[in-house]
């Protein structure tokens, strides 16, 4: 329905014009370059204006206001002095700068009022409790290493787990969704991530601070699955609150920063390829103009609700005017069977910078090909009078076979200017799309007519679009005051253009499958769904001094949110109206589903929409928040906190479910404060005890306020919407202890405890006698749990063993639900109490790593959690849970030297158990499938 030209084309022309022009200039520079950042090491703060001088370089240079510096030299080993007036001098010997690649250095200066130089040779020295980080001087970015990821941990304000871009390179993960699965109390789920216990819908996504849209209209989150791991430099489960912070969330706020310019002139280009045990070299299912350019890289030209439909419900007067739309739509139906290649990628990324600004341009795209066999879908229904009384029995028992070919298409250009150095502006510009062909085959029975066999399939194309856009800044007003902005515009659109769904029924009498006049059968539909956001926030902090002239701080901000939705569903159906000519009807369905039988009168066309097919909705958030962060006792005791207040409208416009319903319009108006409490006790100088209490709130997502329908295959549930949701509301309780014994090696443990009012949980209904999901709210609930997390080499058993690691993870997780007697309808036979719906009872995560400096990186990684209630029964339906699973990967990285060619080289191996996805309904196998194995081999070559 939407062309990719706008405004995909304009975004990667605009991409590549800025990009790219610079590559020859850049050339011409000097070929080596050093830069890094220099922070406070007991608060993380950047130490603006430091003094850096090396060896050899007549000239010395200065720290910006985010504490960088950056210097052109030639090739070869310096020394680095750095003075600035409060801390200690530093110098840093044996600095070896190579050609090619930039040199990058992290240096946490200590307050000192002496002038003592401290002396470090070697990274073992810089790695100690309460020292320096460790320093890698050949390749990393900003914030690029695992050691200056703890850092920025150990003082935070609050409580979160932080992972760098070195992270990425040594895990199998190729995209965010699959990275944050690896952190304690952390799980994913459809790509959408779960944090201690709570569902998708409690935790939400920023990019660089800023909020964005989802291109799913079904969930609130982003699906993490849209950035690719190439594209992120760190990234951060957040886990209490901050009046800094966006208040809508109560389980874990995912920060993505994307990666920064380079300090020196780079670029870098690489090819990924791969397969899957049950997938590559196999049959695979497609259809006529599917995987063809230019819809190989995820542009689609051919599936659009032609020109001559409008864009108003069409009124069909005669059998000519019938035929005359029918011909507007190709005539496929049936896929094709084709052998499945190998999965295959590119990426490519150019940056540099110079005197004062810099940029970077990182693209790719993707294919990959995956086959889902034998997937078992059943739905229950009640046979019961009246149906809250529970005697639940098989409505739909179906067996399907997808096949699904996947594109990903995206770029990010980032930017930033040092106006001097108290002034720095920074824009980024992202777009990513996503798109999912699919073949889904299915064979099985409806209770109404058992004795029916049906065979249902269905072509349906996805395409999710992200176009994001932010500039923001950071001043110091006079000589002390910090004022940090941001605003960001983003887009998303999510488009399933022409789902056609067709089914033929056969019998042990007649077992040649003749077509279905049943429902569903014939249909094409069109899905359009289009969301706008707009996110800005400003920040002031004014410093001033409290007792024994420590540092305290205030903070002073606003924001302002917008977001809008438009959502529109045609549908259109041909219909058989002659069934006497069985042959006819047994042919594949291009014979008889076509403009020449529309003319004949042997089938009939026209359209089905209704209004309650479309809806629209808005939201506004006006936010301000004051903070304090005030050391109590000096390098001993802090406290962190203050309150926001935010005002939410949320707006949604729909119509009833009968034909000639009225328009009805449901608003939400909350007032919140949200306060927030921090309290950070350091007994000793690498540990830190924390305690935070928070007040959030989760609000109601478009999608589950709309009573929309997207019609879904026999065996498929659909997902209704409910205008009679509240908002939720949070009481979080932290208690967490850290304990920072080298730069790369921690221990910690965590207890928690939520108490939320009107939980907002996924619910089966019955909708017409076929299961739906849809959501309702509970009365309260309330979660308890513990997490532990250690990262520890084996040089404690022997010394031989220092490059052997283990990084785990694990959190016990109970709750509990109340129902409440306000509920009633639908939900009135849940249990009273049982525990929270989403929540897994336990997550576990463990990483083993081995590192060699010829044979490079090791790493098998497992991840499980417990059985999980997935989604509630009513109407006398058992609850659905998901099933234990255990996953088993293995990775290796190394940087090899292929002659004058330096390559970076992964291979992955994913899934290695093949442990089924399975999910139960009273005790009965409800869905199961199993995806086999992933093998991926990647490599990439730096200029």
Not at 352 to 357: G, Q, T
Not at 391 to 408: A, H, I, K, M, Q
Not at 489 to 509: C, I, K, M, N
Not at 608 to 626: K, L, M, R, V
Request: no cysteine; net charge negative.
């Amino acid at each position: 329905m939407k062309s990719f030209y706008s405004p995909a084309a304009f975004t990667v022309a605009l991409m590549l014009l800025m990009g790219i022009p610079y590559a020859g200039l850049a050339q011409a520079e000097p070929s080596a370059a050093i830069g890094g950042r220099i922070i406070n090491a007991e608060t993380a703060r950047p130490v603006i204006g430091a003094s850096v001088a090396m060896s050899g370089v007549a000239e010395s240079t200065f720290t910006d206001i985010e504490g960088t510096f950056r210097i052109r030299v030639d090739p070869g080993e310096y020394e680095i002095e750095i003075t600035a007036p409060g801390y200690k001098p530093f110098l840093l010997t044996e600095v070896l700068v190579e050609s090619g690649e930039p040199a990058d250095v992290r240096i946490p200066l200590e307050p000192s009022a002496e002038g003592v130089i401290e002396t470090a040779e070697s990274e073992d020295d810089l790695a100690t409790p309460g020292g320096i980080e460790e320093i890698v001087v050949t390749a990393t970015a900003r914030q690029a290493n695992e050691a200056f990821a703890l850092v920025e941990r150990q003082n935070a304000d609050v409580v979160k787990d932080t992972v760098s871009s070195e992270f990425f390179k040594k895990a199998p993960d190729s995209d965010v969704g699959e990275i944050v699965r690896r952190l304690a109390a952390v799980n994913v789920q459809d790509d959408f991530v779960f944090v201690r216990g709570l569902g998708s819908r409690y935790s939400t996504a920023v990019l660089n601070g800023s909020r964005l849209p989802s291109p799913n209209p079904n969930v609130r989150v982003v699906p993490l699955d849209l950035f690719p791991a190439d594209f992120v430099e760190s990234l951060a489960i957040i886990k209490t609150y901050s009046p800094n912070l966006q208040g809508d969330f109560a389980g874990g706020l995912v920060d993505i920063n994307l990666k920064p310019y380079p300090t020196d002139f780079t670029w870098k280009i690489g090819m990924k390829v791969g397969g899957n045990t049950q997938t590559t070299f196999q049959d695979f299912r497609t259809y006529d103009t599917a995987r063809e350019a230019p819809d190989f890289f995820g542009i689609d030209t051919s599936r659009g609700l032609p020109g001559v439909f409008g864009d108003e419900r069409i009124t069909i007067t005669s059998q000519e005017q019938s035929a005359l739309f029918a011909g507007a739509l190709r005539n496929i139906w049936s896929p094709k069977t084709i052998t499945a290649p190998i999965n295959s990628g590119i990426n490519f990324e150019i940056g540099d910078s110079f005197d004062d600004w810099g940029y970077a341009f990182t693209a790719l795209w993707e294919n990959k090909y995956e086959t889902i066999p034998d997937e078992i879908q059943r739905q229950f229904q009640n046979a019961s009078t009246p149906p809250n009384q529970a005697d639940p029995v098989l409505g739909e028992d179906f067996v399907y076979n997808s096949s699904t070919f996947s594109t990903r298409l995206g770029g990010i250009l980032t930017a930033g200017w040092d106006i001097n150095e108290t002034n720095r502006l920074s824009t980024r510009v992202l777009y990513q799309r996503l798109t999912n062909d699919t073949v889904l085959e299915g064979t099985g029975f409806r209770r109404q007519n058992e004795e029916i066999t049906l065979n249902t399939t269905r072509l349906e194309y996805q395409k999710e679009d992200l176009t994001f856009g932010q500039v923001s800044g950071e001043h110091i007003l006079g000589e002390t005051i910090e004022f940090e902005w941001r605003s960001a515009f983003g887009r998303t659109t999510l488009d399933r253009p022409d789902v056609r769904t067709t089914a033929y029924e056969s019998t042990v009498a007649n077992p040649i499958p003749v077509y279905a006049r049943t429902a569903g059968s014939g249909t094409r539909i069109w899905l359009d769904v289009t969301e706008k956001l707009s996110d800005s926030q400003g920040d002031f902090a004014f410093p001033f001094e409290v007792w024994d002239s420590m540092e305290a701080r205030f903070h002073l901000g606003g924001a302002f949110t917008w977001r809008d939705r438009e959502s529109s569903l045609r549908r259109f159906l041909f219909r058989p109206v002659n069934t006497s000519d069985v042959e006819l009807l047994r042919m594949e369905p291009e014979a008889f589903l076509n403009e020449e039988k529309v003319a004949t009168g042997f089938t009939n066309f026209f359209e089905e929409t209704a209004p309650q097919d479309s809806f629209s909705a808005s939201e506004q958030i006006i936010a301000g928040y004051a903070m304090l962060e005030l050391p109590i006792v000096e390098d001993f005791l802090r406290f962190s906190g203050g309150v926001r207040g935010e005002n939410s409208v949320i707006d949604i416009t729909f119509f009833r479910q009968d034909l000639q319903g009225e328009e009805q319009t449901r608003s939400l108006v909350n007032l919140n404060p949200m306060p927030a409490a921090n309290l950070i006790w350091t007994p000793y100088e690498d540990m830190n005890v924390r305690g935070a209490y928070s007040r959030t709130v989760s609000r109601p997502e478009f999608r589950e306020l709309s009573p929309i329908l997207f019609p879904e295959p026999f065996g498929l549930r659909t997902v209704v919407g409910n205008p009679n949701l509240v908002q939720s509301t949070i009481d979080s309780f932290d208690l967490r202890w850290d304990w920072f014994f080298t730069g790369l090696e921690l221990a910690s443990a965590s207890a928690f405890y939520k108490r939320i009012e009107d939980p907002i949980e996924r619910i089966v209904v019955s909708l017409a006698s076929t299961p739906a999901t849809s959501f309702d709210n509970s009365e309260s609930a309330w979660l308890f749990g513990f997490e532990a997390e250690l990262r520890k080499d084996f040089s404690f058993v022997a010394d031989e063993l220092e490059d052997l690691m283990i990084f785990l993870n694990a959190s016990w997780i109970k709750s509990e639900a109340t129902r409440g007697e306000r509920q009633g309808g639908e939900t009135s036979n849940l249990d009273a109490s049982r525990e929270l719906q989403g929540q897994a009872p336990f997550v576990v995560n463990t990483t083993v790593q081995y590192a060699h400096d010829d044979l490079g990186v090791f790493r098998l990684l497992y991840n499980t959690k417990g059985e999980t209630l997935a989604e509630l029964g009513a109407t006398g339906l058992p609850n659905i849970f998901e099933a234990r699973r255990d996953q088993l990967d293995f990775v290796w990285t190394n940087d090899l030297d292929l002659g004058d060619w330096p390559v970076t080289v992964k291979f992955a191996v994913e899934n290695l158990l093949n442990d089924r996805y399975l999910w139960t309904q009273d005790d009965t196998v409800q869905r199961r499938f199993e995806t086999g194995l992933t093998f991926s081999l990647a490599g990439s070559y730096r200029f």
